[in-house]
């Protein structure tokens, strides 16, 4: 992997993309530190140094590096894309129309994008209205702060702020669509990538600073075990072999070639922890909207507030096992790949093309999945024993959804650029 970056950057084709794609990630870490106008960085910096944020807060400022918290032009960070992708694409299971733009090819995915933009767009408008309506009310957005984020609350200053993080959103978007296009590797998952990433330095070196050296070497060594674990799982997959039988066209003979369907341990990805994230904050996010003191707001305040309870930690991964098989559901779909191998003239060797070779599809992909969400809860859940071992915050730098992120799409890019210096070694053959 280091002597295909090294040949990378001897490639002037690829070294002029490898720059473009590191500009446009350093533009999008100056956005996420520039404020937005009507915010007082000096009191949001004065909470920052005397308090926490965790649930869906703290994930969210995960993913924009901590811009959703200082409340930057960048705040919402790419959240509302990722929610807008996930949603249209939930929706191609249900609308028909967009399932007959998903099976166009290009043209349906251009329109479909088109759609996810547009959604995109709402969503920030719906999401910077939210978190001002949050942050206005001094110690919600960062609990135990009672300093005034957001001095001016008139409706002129909080249409401002709407629309300058909507437009930051906009910028976000078109970032990235920038780095698909013209840079190495996914756009998005860069983006996100360079969010977490900025985080990681001084998350260790805060636990170094309060737990001392021991706790921080200890930490660094369990990362490294995590990295490494989490690597070997993403790069498993079960391979089922496919063979295409021979046709004859006039004396040309055609197919008869082998193959396979890679199916991965974890082909849900990171999906199933951020929706289970997500719903597993509702209930406090109403509890603390409401301000109820009923018996069942003290249930849910004792038992989903604080990460390290028992009843959190079983629900955290039953949802996330649940939400693995859902979303494996909805993209993968046996019968439709069965049906493809079988117009082809493909099958699988011992199984009969058609129901038999969906059928077997579907109790591999079940099998397979099994492991795929035990993995997916046990990393999920490593940030909330770092929380009882070592009393660190629920953005614990080796969390469960950080290294799940950065590990995947570091082994995206680094394929992209692999498969790109062979594809010029290809062609350079050819010459």
Not at 49 to 70: D, H, R, V, W, Y
Not at 113 to 132: C, D, E, K, P
Not at 168 to 191: A, P, Q, Y
Request: charged share 10%.
């Amino acid at each position: 992997m280091l002597s295909a970056f090294a040949t990378a950057f001897k490639t002037p084709d690829l070294r002029k993309k490898i720059f473009f794609t590191l500009s446009i990630m350093a533009l999008f870490r100056f956005g996420s530190l520039v404020p937005t106008p009507g915010v007082s960085y000096t009191n949001v910096k004065q909470c920052l140094a005397t308090a926490e944020t965790g649930g869906l807060f703290g994930l969210i400022n995960l993913f924009s590096g901590g811009a959703l918290i200082q409340l930057s032009v960048f705040a919402l960070g790419i959240m509302p894309y990722i929610t807008a992708s996930i949603i249209v694409q939930l929706l191609t299971v249900v609308i028909p129309r967009f399932e007959t733009l998903k099976k166009e090819g290009q043209s349906g995915t251009a329109k479909l994008t088109q759609y996810t933009r547009y959604l995109t767009i709402g969503l920030a408008v719906l999401q910077s209205t939210g978190l001002i309506a949050v942050a206005r009310t001094p110690g919600r957005l960062i609990a135990g702060c009672d300093l005034a984020i957001i001095p001016d609350t008139s409706w002129q200053r909080i249409v401002t702020m709407i629309v300058v993080m909507t437009a930051g959103t906009s910028v976000v978007m078109w970032l990235g669509e920038l780095i698909t296009d013209r840079g190495v590797g996914n756009g998005m998952s860069i983006l996100i990538f360079t969010s977490i990433a900025a985080t990681f330095p001084s998350q260790l070196w805060s636990i170094r600073l309060q737990k001392g050296l021991f706790a921080f070497i200890f930490i660094l060594a369990v990362g490294v075990l995590i990295v490494a674990a989490v690597v070997f799982v993403e790069q498993a997959q079960r391979r089922i072999p496919v063979q295409y039988a021979k046709r004859m066209v006039g004396r040309q003979a055609y197919g008869g070639t082998s193959t396979y369907i890679p199916i991965k341990v974890n082909q849900a990805g990171v999906i199933p922890v951020i929706f289970a994230s997500s719903l597993l904050y509702i209930p406090s996010l109403i509890v603390n909207f409401t301000a109820s003191t009923a018996p069942w707001a003290v249930w849910v305040s004792r038992n989903f507030v604080n990460g390290d309870n028992i009843v959190y930690v079983a629900t955290y991964a039953a949802l996330i096992i649940f939400f693995t098989y859902f979303y494996v559901a909805i993209t993968f779909n046996p019968d439709e790949v069965a049906d493809n191998m079988k117009k082809y003239g493909g099958f699988v060797p011992g199984i009969r093309a058609g129901k038999p070779t969906s059928e077997y599809l579907q109790y591999v992909l079940s099998r397979i999945t099994a492991p795929g969400s035990m993995y997916l809860a046990l990393v999920a859940i490593i940030p909330i024993g770092a929380l009882v071992l070592f009393g660190a915050t629920q953005n614990f730098p080796f969390g469960g959804t950080a290294i799940l992120i950065v590990v995947g799409v570091g082994l995206d890019t680094a394929k992209q650029i692999e498969s790109q210096l062979q594809q010029r070694s290809y062609e350079g053959f050819l010459k």
